[in-house]
């Protein structure tokens, strides 16, 4: 082993020193050396470079292999080298360490299988990863670490599926940081948003902030918007960069993230979603024939790792999934005993319901039972769950078991009076399912609604306040409206602001006023703005004008300045035009100068507008004309008068951008250029687009060339644009062929929309078939996808075909999917007591 005894300052010298004699000894050139292991030649040339950074562990565990030294040692020597450098910059102070100080795996890449070098240690034995393949997306990688690089700050966040490379991406693609010894974060401990939101102050120049799962920064229900408003603030700060910020997402939580809320909705991913505007990039699901040939050549050139999976993924290009174990995972699922395989639906069922990570063994136990036939329930043995849990637990290819026991590190904070300084674990052990299996679970269980047993678990076990109130609206939206009252009662005793305000408007609609504030203060009391806006309005009704505008200021302090609004709204109706412009001005100095436009609206078309602007302006005198917000927009001009006399098509045609060309194909449709818009469709549906494909799709539809349509709409599909299947499958509606519109409504619901079921249970309730439509109905509630009905464009739509679950099913479902009988949700709750 390599002297203990060298200082820091010697380590660098005699590393250089023992690859230098052993690429002596070998008798290779740096080139000839840089082609044994894969390495640019500059890469090579830097390692025996004195003034150049350290190397990085995986550029010198390569090259010691080739040159026959020992491993352990030479890491040794290039970690005490890297220590000088540490010590020399006084990193100690600042988040992360040198990149070249990292193990991949550390970082979360999917270990592919052990070091194949066959050495002997004393230490765990190193694990090693295939040859890299570059593909699309790497590129992309590469152009923001190149803008790094020259001092400009950065942020990428790639979108992919489970184990298809995103990881291992963000690490090959820092790799050239790593050689200017520039450092990388992984904010981790003691969970993943609180690390985050703790340091990322304190990033210094020259960081990789290592964003992995960025679901767990940018999704957090308490913190999420401030970490994403830190990041933003990090990225533009001049003086704090460069740095580069990356991160991986499933694509659901990239669509949750990213998508506009609904009218009137919620909007908790706003500065999300301004922060992951024009950074994200795809990683496909797979290897195209090019990375697969180059993959190939790879693996002739003695990759073992590449070869063997390429057994196997020749066909179906699913490359990263087979190295990260993913397809024996899919097979322990599929050839699992039936205890297993029930204990693994029950995990998927609540993890795609949204139960964190952490499920508890008796939650999982108790769950597992009504997944059972009745066959294999009757030939359950007495220790049924040990052997089903042990069964999960051996691992797969790649170190990964299907479900894997976890040991959940305490949260530490300082104590205070009402708090210990350790928050309590779970009791009993906890598991995690795989990730692999998941987002199995999230594809193919997704029409599914989880049994009667999943549900009484999850009533028993779950005290966390998160937990409770994720199944509250899952089982809400699933129309399991009973089992939503009870997990919303246990969730109101644990303290959740939402589900108390529900259960106060129970009792308010009961007419018992003094039940209903017992459960408003309590939100109220936790500092829930809703909470103090349902006081203030039930003041208001007993007549407590000035109790209820003190509580509408409070409910504004909180974050609501709804409270005000309906207030200043209410004052304004009864005549009360002074009251009504004090409370429109209190809202607006709480940021919502929405209230002020409304009552001049108001004034304006009861004739009295005329002198209101002043008092707006004297709030707001840069607003502008107070009434621009109220006008509609003005119409544009003609098309044809557009596109007189200018060549668009040269113009935004010629950028090659397939959203140009669609563009300018939109123009020249409007302007009555048939022929020559399908042929700018054609060029951009060539280049990939979605958008382009859906209207050649609508195009061949209204030609009557309903098969063609049919073709063009599934590869708009293969895009994520539904939008032409169901174009399609309404032609075939029209057309009297409701079977193979069906199909076709399927497969957008699969593709991901929302509304295609419902428009298939539609088209047979117009047809009097109500039992399809029965059918289909309840394969919506049971994946939750009823929510679109409430939507103002729908509602007329679906109550005037009885397709409302709350019109079909007035007191909910059973979780197998029978009516509920009639049931009131007062008679299953005590009438809570004042505070003494």
């Known amino acids: 082993m390599a002297d203990e005894r060298i200082e820091p300052g010697r380590a660098r010298a005699e590393l250089q020193k023992r690859l230098s004699d052993a690429l002596a000894r070998s008798r290779l050139s740096k080139s000839e050396l840089a082609a044994r292991v894969r390495l640019g030649r500059t890469t090579v040339s830097e390692a025996f470079n004195p003034n150049a950074p350290v190397p990085s562990a995986d550029t010198v565990s390569a090259l010691v292999r080739v040159l026959k030294l020992p491993v352990d040692e030479l890491l040794d020597l290039r970690r005490r080298a890297s220590e000088e450098v540490t010590s020399a910059t006084g990193s100690e102070l600042v988040p992360g360490r040198l990149i070249g100080m990292w193990e991949p795996h550390d970082l979360e890449v999917h270990p592919a299988g052990p070091s194949p070098d066959g050495c002997s240690s004393s230490v765990p034995e190193r694990r090693v990863l295939p040859a890299y393949v570059q593909r699309e997306h790497d590129r992309v990688l590469a152009d923001a670490v190149r803008g790094c690089a020259e001092g400009r700050s950065r942020m990428l966040v790639l979108v992919g ?121 795809t990683v496909p699901e797979a290897f195209d024939a090019a990375a697969l040939a180059a993959a190939a050549a790879l693996a002739a050139d003695g990759d073992h790792l590449l070869a063997d999976a390429l057994t196997r993924t020749r066909t179906n290009g699913r490359l990263t999934q087979d190295l990260a174990g993913a397809p024996e995972l899919l097979e322990r ?56 849990f042990a069964e999960l637990a051996h691992p797969v290819h790649g170190k990964q078991a299907p479900l894997h026991r976890v040991n959940p590190r305490p949260r530490r904070r300082a104590p205070s009076p009402s708090r210990s300084a350790t928050s309590p674990l779970p009791a009993g052990p906890v598991f995690r399912l795989a990730d692999y299996l998941e987002q199995h679970g999230r594809l193919t269980r997704r029409w599914l609604c989880p049994p009667a047993s999943f549900w009484h678990a999850a009533h028993a076990h779950f005290t966390s306040l998160k937990d409770l109130e994720s199944l509250v609206e899952a089982a809400e939206d699933r129309h399991r409206l009973e089992w939503a009252h009870h ?42 703005a809703e909470g103090l806006v349902r006081l203030a309005m039930m003041r208001e009704a007993a007549g407590e004008r000035e109790a209820a505008e003190a509580l509408a200021r409070q409910a504004a302090y909180a974050g609501s300045t709804a409270a005000l609004h309906l207030l200043a709204m209410t004052r304004e109706s009864a005549g009360q035009t002074e009251l009504a412009e004090a409370l429109a001005r209190q809202a607006a100095e709480a940021g919502n100068t929405d209230v002020l436009l409304l009552l001049a609206q108001s004034r304006r078309d009861s004739g009295n507008g005329e002198g209101y602007e002043a008092p707006i302006r004297q709030h707001a005198p840069d607003a502008g004309d107070p ?46 250029d048939q022929e020559g818009a399908e042929a700018l469709y054609r060029q951009a549906a060539d280049a990939g687009s979605g958008a382009a494909l859906t209207r050649l799709a609508v195009i061949r539809g209204e030609a009557g060339d309903l098969e063609g349509a049919t073709t063009l709409a599934r590869q708009a599909a293969k895009t994520g644009s539904t939008s032409a299947l169901m174009n399609v499958a309404g032609m075939r509606q029209k057309a009297g062929d409701r079977e193979d519109a069906e199909a076709l409504y399927r497969q957008a619901a699969d593709a991901g929309s929302r509304i295609a079921l419902i428009r298939a249970a539609g088209m047979w309730e117009d047809v009097r078939d109500a039992a399809s439509a029965d059918a289909l109905m309840q394969q919506c509630t049971n994946a939750g996808e009823t929510a679109a009905l409430l939507h103002p464009a729908w509602m007329s739509w679906a109550e005037a075909r009885q397709l409302s679950p709350a019109q079909r099913w007035p007191y909910g479902l059973d979780p197998d999917g029978r009516p509920s009988v009639p049931w009131d949700p007062l008679d299953t709750m005590a009438r809570p007591k004042p505070p003494s």
């Not at 920064?217 to 994403?228: F, N, Q, S, T």
């Not at 644990?494 to 408003?520: N, P, V």
């Not at 003005?634 to 557009?642: L, M, R």
């Open 161 to 281: 599926s489970s184990s298809t490379g995103k990881t291992r991406s963000c690490w090959e693609a820092v790799q050239p940081l790593a050689e200017r010894n520039w450092r990388l974060w992984h904010p981790f401990d003691p969970t993943r948003a609180e690390a985050a939101l703790e340091d990322l102050h304190r990033v210094q120049p020259r960081t990789v902030v290592w964003l992995n799962e960025a679901q767990h920064y940018l999704g957090d229900p308490k913190v999420g918007e401030r970490i994403a408003a830190a990041v933003h603030t990090l990225l533009t700060q001049c003086e704090r960069g460069p740095v580069l910020v990356l991160g991986t997402l499933w694509p659901e939580y990239a669509r949750q993230y990213t998508s506009l809320p609904a009218p009137g909705a919620a909007d908790p991913h706003s500065r999300v979603r301004e922060l992951l505007t024009r950074r994200t990039v």
């Open 333 to 388: 699922y599929e050839r699992a005993t039936p205890a297993a395989r029930a204990v693994l639906e029950a995990a998927m069922d609540a993890r795609r319901l949204g139960v964190s990570l952490h499920l508890p063994q008796t939650f999982l136990t108790g769950a597992a039972v009504d997944y059972l036939t009745d066959a294999d329930y009757d030939q359950l043995a007495n220790d049924w769950a040990e052997a089903a």
């Open 627 to 672: 009434f621009d917000r109220l006008r509609a927009t003005a119409v544009p001009p003609e098309v044809t008068e557009i596109l007189e006399g200018i060549d668009l098509h040269a113009g935004l045609a010629e950028t090659g951008d397939p959203d140009d060309l669609v563009v300018v194909a939109d123009m020249r449709q409007q302007a009555g």
């Open 487 to 528: 997990l919303r009662l246990r969730a109101a005793d644990a303290g959740s602001a939402i589900a108390q305000i529900r259960l106060g408007m129970l009792w308010e609609a009961a007419e018992d006023t003094e039940a209903a504030e017992i459960f408003y203060q309590q939100a109220a009391a936790a500092g829930d």
